[in-house]
């Protein structure tokens, strides 16, 4: 089974700083899609950006960028310009592509990370 | 206008109560989902549906059902709440081709006293 690892529970950032959350995973899966959604106290979960395991290149979604290193199964969260509105919850998760046996298409999530942004 | 809807958004009840958690998505999308959120444990899946024929149990259904009333409803229901289900519980929607990424609703808090 798979599993994702959020090591850090909290982080905080400056306004306008940069900040890199960490997510590692385990997995004996070569194709899959990892993903970063973003819960701020409203409580929904908002996707912010997808990596396809069989892409080299790092997603990229305006100030937020992924580190993708397969090998190491690692996946981080790059945010630049870091805004107010940026502080949330943020979730690492992983799925299988195209789903394997018994993977009930599901979403494993990590355990989260709580951004606190200070003005 | 929202494209996943959940209703109600806060729902308190007592221990025995049936309840049912309704959710609707305009994005046309064929599979839906419920999940469930506990402090610090990120989210567990507990039912998925491709269809509306299509029904199957995630890794946490012990205690709940679900019914598919059209592609654009996903119903969740706790035939007899108890406190242990007390979470806050999410429906999501992904289409059948390309990228499957699932779309939240923004959640329903249930309490169960």
């Known amino acids: 089974a798979q599993t994702v690892t959020q090591s850090q529970p909290e982080m905080s950032v400056q306004e306008a700083e940069t900040v890199t959350l960490s997510c590692t995973y385990d997995t004996s899966e070569s194709d899959y899609y990892l993903f970063w959604y973003k819960q701020p106290p409203s409580r929904q979960m908002i996707l912010v950006i997808r990596?396809?395991?069989?892409?080299?290149q790092n997603a990229t979604e305006n100030r937020f960028s992924v580190n993708f290193q397969k090998a190491a199964k690692s996946f981080s969260l790059k945010i630049s310009d870091s805004q107010l509105g940026d502080a949330a919850m943020y979730f690492c998760a992983y799925r299988s592509r195209p789903p394997a046996e018994g993977s009930n298409y599901k979403l494993t999530f990590g355990k989260g990370t709580l951004l606190t942004v200070n003005p | 206008d929202a494209d996943v809807t959940q209703t109600p958004r806060n729902r308190i009840t007592k221990t025995g109560k049936r309840i049912m958690l309704e959710c609707s998505q305009t994005k046309g999308h064929d599979r839906m989902y419920w999940y469930r959120q506990d402090p610090g444990l990120g989210l567990q899946l507990i039912y998925y549906s491709f269809d509306v024929k299509d029904i199957n149990k995630g890794e946490i259904s012990d205690g709940y059902s679900v019914s598919r009333q059209a592609q654009a409803k996903f119903s969740l229901s706790l035939e007899s709440a108890i406190p242990n289900q007390t979470a806050l519980y999410f429906c999501a929607t992904s289409s059948a081709g390309g990228e499957d990424t699932q779309y939240f609703g923004p959640g329903t808090r249930l309490t169960v006293l």
């Open positions: 990596q396809e395991a069989y892409k080299q």
